[in-house]
């Protein structure tokens, strides 16, 4: 009965390479997002969707890309992968769009570029 | 700049004991401030969330207070126990579809 669940929760790869992250909620929540954590536990937002489309972008490399096949799903693909990408990814979800709302996040994805 | 600042960095206290953790912001307009509490390898999970009118609110033995005329929030954690030992965020709402995120206290409750 996991809420927002990532996979995978560990990744190691090369400089350059491109992978994909994964993120689901059963929680019939309208709103999504993804965050990046810095070694220093600082969490920045990334992209946010409302319903499949974006609504939140902020500055960040046009080599991430998400993707929202359904209100329940929001993918993070990343290409070129590159030394500073290394941190800890968060998916995150709320039942609708409004800083007000409780968002509830997910377990979290390492990603380790090598 | 909107920004959220959080004392101290880093925390210990031995268990049983009270502690309070900080959290200074300049982000205007203010809409609501909420706490998260991070467990090492878990993603952030609402204690509470406070809005303007409001100046104090406890969850069990988590107990928020606000000062929006001084832009303070403090999370007060009483008789600590080993599974308190996290990080402590605090995020403040300015309205407009922007949270902005504090850097975050580490607290240790050590045996």
């Known amino acids: 009965d996991t809420a927002v669940s990532q996979t995978p929760k560990y990744l190691v790869t090369q400089m350059g390479n491109d992978k994909s992250i994964k993120c689901e909620q059963n929680?019939?929540?309208?709103?999504m997002y993804w965050y990046k954590q810095d070694s220093k536990k600082f969490l920045k937002i990334m992209f946010s969707y409302n319903n499949k489309e974006l609504i939140i972008n902020e500055t960040v490399p046009n080599r991430f890309s998400p993707k929202s096949p359904d209100k329940a799903h929001l993918n993070l693909h990343i290409n070129s992968l590159e030394l500073g990408d290394s941190a800890v990814y968060f998916c995150?979800?709320?039942?609708?769009?409004?800083?007000?709302?409780?968002?509830?996040f997910g377990p979290g994805t390492r990603l380790t570029v090598l | 700049k909107n920004q959220v600042e959080q004392s101290p960095q880093s925390l210990i206290i031995l268990e049983g004991k009270n502690c309070t953790l900080q959290c200074n912001y300049t982000v205007s307009p203010f809409s609501n401030l909420r706490w998260y509490k991070q467990d090492t390898g878990r993603g952030p999970v609402s204690l509470t969330i406070m809005t303007f009118s409001e100046n104090t609110k406890s969850n069990g033995r988590y107990t928020a207070t606000l000062d929006a005329d001084t832009k303070q929030s403090s999370l007060h954690i009483t008789a600590s126990q080993l599974s308190d030992s996290a990080s402590y965020i605090c995020?403040?709402?300015?309205?407009?579809?922007?949270?902005?995120f504090g850097t975050g206290t580490r607290l240790l409750v050590s045996p």
């Open positions: 929680l019939g929540h309208d709103t």
């Open positions: 995020v403040v709402h300015t309205g407009f579809q922007k949270l902005v």
């Open positions: 995150a979800s709320s039942i609708q769009r409004g800083g007000y709302n409780e968002q509830f």
